[in-house]
Structure formats: structure tokens, C-alpha cells
């Protein structure tokens, strides 16, 4: 198999080589003056660039030839970039950017009244943040399974969630809350997209007071944030959405139960010493403080019964959200804790929903939790203690089924469809693939460098596909050219289908330091071509009230508001002029009046900081004050047609 295709790759590249020359009228001996190393033949290739025939396997895997589609869609953070990455597999080409808790503006998103107000819902304090630490990307699920709908993702350094509609690819929501003050544990959704989790990472007192640190244990709080998705709206709904407290420990990442476990949600926890530093004030530096314990806690909260008990009113406002106190989660019975080995990172369900598989960042296994042993422990109220709060620990030792020695600084777990798990080892720089029934590791491949967040294709569902794993490395280190001291991440892609496992590409990813990744089936996604009809705004979901159509087009001063309805088609805007005064505040209300696919205008006026993406049928308002007299050129700003340079025109701000 292998040989025959690189013997297919051989003859096709031969004839194709004699037909580019003969079409620019060169014959072989003319061609050889043009390029000394005319590329004749596969072996010629691997022999020129040094290629093993395991590189050529591994580049036939993934290489995609022009107009070829991939069979994945990889969403992952762009970290600080707080952008959103889509990425192509296995090409690994990258597709789109997403802009999300941070101004986009290819996509004018930040630069026009629409997105401005998604970013403006993101404000918390009443301070408007213009980058986010962009961390756990969710997929919507139905059954448990991927549906292509919608995407949810966290900010951790401003705790926010964010709605990414995957119709068109356009965040339209941002929703967030006072009550906490760091998040790590989101987004994770429940099987059914009913509920977005977004839980604390660093305690502070609830809603965002001030309280002396030395109060920490009094008044310090995690939060557990249960966000109500409306699937018919497409937006979350923060007035059906609930929260429950937690003690001041540090939170971790996050799961929701599925299949057996549903209605369930686990979170985990380090520094449950509740340390907090103060390394100038005598006090052990915070990362030694909080590494002391042997265990740390898992949190086992049970979602329906917390959801009945808010429906209930068992709740107190706080920040404007409901809040179950950390009192009534314990008499409800909603909230357990159960041991987990040193400082515990990964917190993984597996498919079948019946087993929690945890890592210890400090240990070298995983532990993997039987979920019907938890649920008969918390109904037989079978407890091994009581934390300082009077949270009830169950007994580590009748929870679990096992361990699994993996190696050196164990991470995330992800799943296929053999029912192998796959586990990063950070400080090892691998990564472990391990059957899960015999608790066995069968096969490690080295990664480069200090893997953190793993994802594998369709790998959080009821359904893994197997396949492909994306290896997502914090290091680069002597992987690509030198670009100075701040390097990029560094994905690789490993066929998992393959015995041994068989590392395949690597990617680097140069914006933000990416967290995490889900892979879904590219089929799976839907999105449109185009917005029908023409006049429709994305931001807000509907047909504008501002849509403009063909000989529709008028400038209308109303005292010192100019509306301007003006239409873009290839290639002229119309109106091309607009005059206005010194101080008027101009609206301009844009439509692409196109209905063609990637018939895509963008629109800017210079020194304004104006900028708008106008994808076929949009309508765009954008608002500002024209606060400068003088003669400013408007544009458009994508290479739409032969006269994109004519599609043109001038804003006239006349001396007031
Ligand atoms: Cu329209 Cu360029």
C-alpha cells in the first residue's frame, strides 16, 4: 500500500513536471537552466531534503492537495490571543481566527456598534477588557455526542463565557459574573447542552469585596457557575443560571457526567491546605504552600438535585447571581469530596460515562474512579471524614478501581473508539496510551516539548472516533527556525490509528499559548454561505432594522446625527460621498447587498479606527463621532474585484 502510493506519487509527479514545462514552452534541457534540482522523481525529493521514508508516510497522511477537504475541524483556544483558532485536520491548515473576548479586525469585530456590544456585555467592573485568557473551548452536544451547533469557551484572567454560533462562526454572547474572580474549570457543557460549566480556579470572597488575605478560610470562596443554555435563542441565559459554593480551595478543571454519570458534575481541586502565599512576609512561597497534602479533593456535585434546590428558591443573591450556599449544598446533600492524589490536573469521564479518570500532576498515575461506587457511597452516607467546612469526603480506597502507573508528570486524558485512554506526561514530554480495562500502558510516543492539554478526534463524546490526537506543547524549543525569545506552541499531530503510534506534523501556533482543543468530524458542521436575505445582522441574529437596499441608499440629518444607508456591491459603495460637520455624530448603517459566496467587502475610514468585514447579505452599524474636520478616504479593505481599488470615496468633515 505504502509503496504503491509513493510509485503513483512518482509517475503523476513525472507527467505533471513535463507538462508544466511544455505549457511555458521549455523542454527538460531549457528547464534545467531555470532550477538546478528539477524535482524528477519521489526518491530525487527525499534524497534533496533528507526524507526517510517514514517522513514520506507520515507527509502522504497528511498532505492535502488543493481543492481536498479535511475529514476534521479542530476549534482550540488562542490563549492570550482570546481568539478562537479553527484548524483543519489533518492538514493542520489553519482556517479562521474567531474573534471572541478580544477586538478581531479582519472581522471588524470590536470596530462597529454590533460586536462592540458583545465585547461591552464582557465588561465586568464596568471596565471594558480588550484581551482574555482564552482556555477550554466546548462543542454543543446532543446525547452526549457533538452536534456542530454552537461552541463555548472560557476567559480565565476575567472569568467570562462566550457563545460562538457555528452557523456562521460569530461569537454572540459573552456572558459574566462578579461573583467569582478566576475561572479554570470551563467551559464544560452537560450531554444535552442544558447547562455550561464555569467554575473558580482562585478564591476570593464572593462578588469581588475586599477581605484581608489572612481571612482566607473565613471568607474567601470558590463558586461552581451553572450557566442555563437556551438552545432556540442561541444565548445563555443568566437569569436561569445558578451557582454553588464552594470552599477556598483551588478549583481545577472540570467534567460533566454523561450516560450513567449524567446530571453529575466533578470538579477538581489543589491547595487544599488553603494556602495563599505571602513569600516576603514569611510565609512558604504559595506553590509550596499548596503542595504539602498528600490528597486533594475531587467535587462531586450533583447537578438535577442543585438544579431542583435553586428552582426551589434555596438560593441568596450574590452579584446578581443565585447562589447555593456552601451550608445548604451540604444539607441538600448536593456537594461530596473525594481524595485525589497530589495535586490532581486532568479530569477526564470516560465514554461509556461510568468511570472519572484523574492525573496528578505530582504523581505518576492516573486513578481511575468507578462512578456506581461513588453514588453507592454518597447513598449510603458512607464517609471517610468531614472537611473543614463539613463537606462530607468519601473513602478514596472503595471509590476507585485502580491506578495506572504512566510516568512522570501525568496530565489530560482523552479516549478512542478501542477503548484505549491517552494521557500526556508533561515533564516526560509524552504521551501514554493505556487500555483502560486492564489498566495497562501499552505504548508511549515522545512529544516535543512539555505536553499539556491533549485532544483527540471527537474524544470527549460518548462516541471517540480514534483516529488522530493532537499533541498541544507548551515547548518549541530547536522545533522550528529561530523567530527570538518568545517561541510558539508547538501541535503535533499523531495518528493513534497506527501501531506504534505514528507522529505525523508538526504545527507551530504562534498567538497565544493555546489550552486547549476539540476535534469534531467536519460533516458534522453546517454553516451557511452566505446571510439570506440580503440586510441580516449577525450579532443580533435578525434581519437589521437598519438593512439598506439597491436605490435605497439616502444620507438623513437629524440635527446632529447623519445616518448614512449605504450599500456595498462590487465595486462601488453608494453613497461614495458624505458630508458632514465638525462635532455630528455619524451613523453609518452598511449593507453587502451581494448574494454571492466570498463576494466579501470590508470598509474602513482612515484615522477614524473604523473598520468593518461585510460577508455577502450583512449589515453593519457603525457609530462615531466625526471629531476632526479634514478629508478622509474611505475604502474597501478586501481585494473583492479588478476595480477593488476604485471601491472608493471620500468622507468630507467640514469645519464646524
Ligand atoms: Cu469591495 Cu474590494
Redo the contacts with the bound molecule.
Keep these: 500500500m505504502k509503496s504503491k502510493s509513493i510509485g503513483v506519487l512518482r509517475t503523476s509527479t513525472i507527467v505533471l513536471w513535463f507538462a508544466a514545462m511544455a505549457s511555458i514552452g521549455c523542454g527538460p534541457q531549457q528547464a534545467a537552466q531555470v532550477s538546478q534540482t528539477p524535482a524528477s522523481s519521489t526518491a530525487d525529493l527525499m534524497k534533496q531534503r533528507g526524507l526517510s521514508e517514514a517522513d514520506v508516510n507520515a507527509a502522504l497522511q497528511t498532505y492535502t492537495p488543493t481543492g481536498k477537504k479535511d475529514e476534521y475541524i479542530t476549534f482550540a483556544s488562542g490563549g492570550h490571543g482570546g481568539n478562537l483558532i479553527v484548524i483543519g485536520v489533518p492538514s493542520m491548515r489553519i482556517l479562521k481566527y474567531v474573534g471572541v473576548f478580544t477586538p478581531e479586525p479582519w472581522q471588524g469585530y470590536g470596530y462597529g456598534d454590533q460586536s462592540d456590544t458583545i465585547l461591552e456585555e464582557g465588561s465586568r467592573f464596568g471596565k471594558k477588557l480588550t484581551w482574555g485568557d482564552m482556555h477550554h473551548p466546548a462543542l454543543s452536544e446532543t446525547n452526549g455526542d457533538y452536534d456542530g451547533e454552537f461552541l463555548f469557551v472560557n476567559d480565565k484572567a476575567n472569568p467570562r463565557v462566550a457563545v460562538i454560533d457555528l452557523h456562521d462562526f460569530v461569537t454572540k454572547q459573552i456572558v459574566t459574573s462578579t461573583l467569582i474572580q478566576a475561572d479554570h474549570g470551563a467551559t464544560f457543557v452537560t450531554p444535552n447542552t442544558e447547562y455550561v460549566v464555569e467554575s473558580t480556579q482562585y478564591p476570593a470572597p464572593l462578588g469581588g469585596g475586599y477581605a484581608p488575605i489572612e481571612e482566607f478560610q473565613d471568607k474567601y470562596r470558590g463558586a461552581a457557575i451553572f450557566w442555563k443554555f437556551d438552545r432556540e435563542n442561541g444565548k445563555i441565559d443568566p437569569a436561569k443560571s445558578f451557582a454553588i459554593e464552594l470552599p477556598p480551595y483551588m478549583q481545577d478543571l472540570a467534567d460533566a457526567g454523561k450516560l450513567d454519570s449524567e446530571g453529575w458534575v466533578f470538579i477538581n481541586s489543589f491547595d487544599t491546605e488553603m494556602a495563599y502565599g505571602g513569600n516576603l512576609e514569611g510565609n512558604p512561597p504559595l506553590e509550596s504552600g499548596a503542595s504539602q497534602n498528600d490528597m486533594d479533593y475531587m467535587h462531586i456535585i450533583n447537578l438535577r438535585a442543585a438544579e431542583q434546590v435553586a428552582k426551589a428558591g434555596k438560593t441568596k443573591k450574590i452579584a446578581g447571581m443565585d447562589v447555593i450556599s456552601l451550608d445548604t449544598a451540604i444539607e441538600e446533600g448536593l456537594l461530596h469530596l473525594l481524595g485525589e492524589p497530589k495535586s490532581p490536573h486532568g479530569m477526564d469521564v470516560t465514554p461509556d460515562g461510568k468511570e472519572i479518570v484523574v492525573a496528578g500532576k505530582l504523581d505518576t498515575h492516573a486513578t481511575v474512579y468507578e462512578f456506581a461506587k461513588i453514588k453507592s457511597l454518597i447513598e449510603q452516607k458512607k464517609y471517610a471524614g468531614k472537611d473543614a467546612f463539613g463537606v462530607p469526603i468519601l473513602p478514596f480506597e472503595d471509590s476507585i478501581r485502580g491506578q495506572v502507573e504512566l510516568g512522570l508528570g501525568p496530565l489530560h486524558t482523552q479516549y478512542d473508539d478501542k477503548g484505549n485512554a491517552y494521557t500526556s506526561l508533561f515533564i516526560e514530554s509524552a504521551i501514554a496510551k493505556w487500555s483502560i480495562k486492564d489498566l495497562k500502558v501499552l505504548e508511549k510516543v515522545k512529544v516535543h516539548y512539555n505536553v499539556g492539554h491533549i485532544v483527540a478526534a471527537e474524544g470527549d463524546t460518548v462516541n471517540p472516533d480514534g483516529h488522530y490526537l493532537i499533541s498541544m506543547n507548551k515547548w518549541a524549543i530547536d522545533r522550528f527556525s529561530k523567530v527570538g525569545p518568545l517561541l510558539p506552541q508547538n501541535f503535533q499531530l499523531i495518528n493513534i490509528a497506527s501501531e506504534p503510534m505514528q507522529l505525523l506534523y508538526d504545527m507551530p501556533l504562534p498567538l497565544g499559548e493555546p489550552h486547549y482543543a476539540q476535534m469534531i468530524k467536519a460533516d458534522k458542521l453546517k454553516p451557511i454561505d452566505v446571510y439570506k436575505p440580503a440586510g441580516y445582522d449577525p450579532i443580533k441574529d435578525e434581519h437589521s432594522a437598519n438593512a439598506v437596499k439597491a436605490k435605497e441608499e439616502r444620507i438623513v440629518r437629524d440635527g446632529k446625527d447623519v445616518n448614512v444607508y449605504m450599500t456595498?456591491v462590487?465595486?462601488h459603495f453608494t453613497p461614495d460621498i458624505i458630508r458632514v460637520k465638525k462635532g455630528d455624530t455619524v451613523h453609518l448603517h452598511i449593507t453587502n447587498v451581494e448574494q454571492a459566496h466570498d463576494a466579501t467587502?470590508?470598509f474602513t475610514i482612515g484615522s477614524y479606527n473604523v473598520h468593518s468585514s461585510l460577508e455577502p447579505g450583512k449589515a453593519v452599524d457603525i457609530t462615531f463621532v466625526a471629531d476632526r474636520e479634514g478629508t478622509f478616504p474611505f475604502y474597501?479593505?478586501?481585494?473583492?474585484?479588478a476595480l477593488?481599488l476604485e471601491?472608493a470615496g471620500y468622507m468630507l468633515v467640514e469645519p464646524g
Excluded: N, P, Y
Aim: neutral net charge; charged residues 15%; contains cysteine.
Design positions: 456595498a462590487r465595486s467587502h470590508g474597501c479593505t478586501e481585494f473583492c474585484s477593488h471601491m
